[in-house]
């Protein structure tokens, strides 16, 4: 039997764990997940593109699971007052294929691009940040917040968005954290001025330069995270160009992150090697430091693995018969005699 977790089990095991153990503990499944980089089969994932927007495929495996992630990105969708990113997945016996878990994962992938984002930042940022700008502000951003206000103590963040109803529905939704200071920004520039962090979770199927050079120091990090797609970027290309970068897997960024806009040869580093000690974090302490998200399958793997454990701590989820068990493995037509 494969267990099956749709909208409300994943509303029950947050209400169970509260959102800001599930960012934390997810971010722990994330990184051990990225020190173990080398024993995963990887690959770019697979994107169909239309017009209005991208439908994608994460698949990655180690030698015992493998898992998958069916993701969307249409940002016209808001128009019709629908979602922009919606996303269910699987995971399964890498040594049988069975499959073990189905999952709904446009919640829980707000929740990883938050963890992935707070977990590179852990190594990435200097230390001692107190402010962080947020330009975009729908659906990923209020989880962006809560993740780095929860594992790196944030408590003042400054919100830009195009649309100020976006900025008033996020402040409306944090209401009850008191630690936590908005406050809504009429400009990119004023809202990233003096912050010690930038986070860029915009939508817009076009080469953007939200951040541009003369806005920011040279001494910032950037958590630019809504660039994810050929020809969909968020930062000049003269601020990446003087920053050291870095991304998820490098393969993939080349054609979906804000370096598709530099040559081959500009130099980026992955996290993974960072997260293992490969590199020296501190080189990137300081600075301008750009973390390049796209998001990559590994952190999707991370999060069914997640749920997985939570489904079964807390016995939440249904358990359906996906697959069809004949007595007789090779007598599959006796379900439809
Ligand atoms: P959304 O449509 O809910 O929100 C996007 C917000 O950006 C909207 O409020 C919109 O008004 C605002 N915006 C658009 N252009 C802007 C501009 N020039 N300046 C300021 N604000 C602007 O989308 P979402 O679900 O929050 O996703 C945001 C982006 O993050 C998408 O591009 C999505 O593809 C990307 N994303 C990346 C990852 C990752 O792992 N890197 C994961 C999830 C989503």
């Not at 790196?152 to 630690?179: C, M, V, W």
């Not at 912050?195 to 953007?208: F, L, V, Y």
Request: hydrophobic share 40%.
């Amino acid at each position: 039997m494969t267990t099956f977790i749709d909208i409300s089990h994943m509303q029950q095991l947050i209400r169970k764990t509260g959102v800001q153990q599930f960012i934390t503990e997810l971010t722990g499944f994330i990184e051990d997940d990225y020190r173990n980089w080398a024993h995963f089969q990887k690959c770019r994932r697979v994107a169909n593109h239309s017009a209005l927007g991208v439908i994608e495929l994460m698949p990655t495996a180690s030698e015992i699971l493998y898992g998958f992630k069916y993701v969307n990105g249409h940002p016209s969708n808001a128009d019709k007052n629908n979602l922009t990113v919606m996303a269910f997945g699987a995971l399964a016996e890498t040594d049988t294929g069975y499959p073990l878990l189905l999952s709904e994962l446009t919640l829980a992938t707000a929740l990883r691009t938050a963890a992935t984002s707070v977990l590179a930042a852990k190594y990435l940022a200097p230390h001692h940040v107190r402010t962080m700008a947020v330009i975009g502000n729908g659906a990923q951003s209020e989880f962006q917040i809560l993740a780095f206000h929860t594992l790196l103590g944030i408590n003042h963040f400054r919100l830009y968005d195009i649309d100020p109803r976006a900025s008033e529905k996020l402040k409306n939704n944090l209401t009850e954290y008191q630690a936590i200071h908005l406050h809504i920004s009429d400009s990119v520039a004023e809202a990233v001025q003096g912050a010690d962090i930038i986070t860029t979770i915009t939508a817009d199927k076009k080469n953007a330069t939200i951040i541009k050079p003369e806005m920011i120091s040279d001494n910032v990090y950037i958590n630019a995270v809504g660039g994810d797609c050929p020809g969909k970027t968020e930062i000049h290309p003269d601020i990446i160009n003087r920053a050291r970068v870095v991304v998820e897997y490098e393969p993939q960024s080349r054609i979906e992150g804000e370096i598709q806009n530099m040559p081959a040869s500009f130099a980026v580093t992955e996290l993974w090697k960072i997260i293992n000690g490969n590199v020296n974090n501190r080189d990137f302490q300081h600075g301008l430091t750009v973390f390049d998200s796209v998001g990559f399958a590994i952190e999707d793997f991370s999060t069914l693995r997640y749920i997985r454990h939570l489904s079964e701590k807390y016995r939440i989820g249904e358990k359906i018969e996906l697959v069809p068990q004949p007595a007789d493995p090779r007598d599959l037509f006796s379900y439809i005699k």
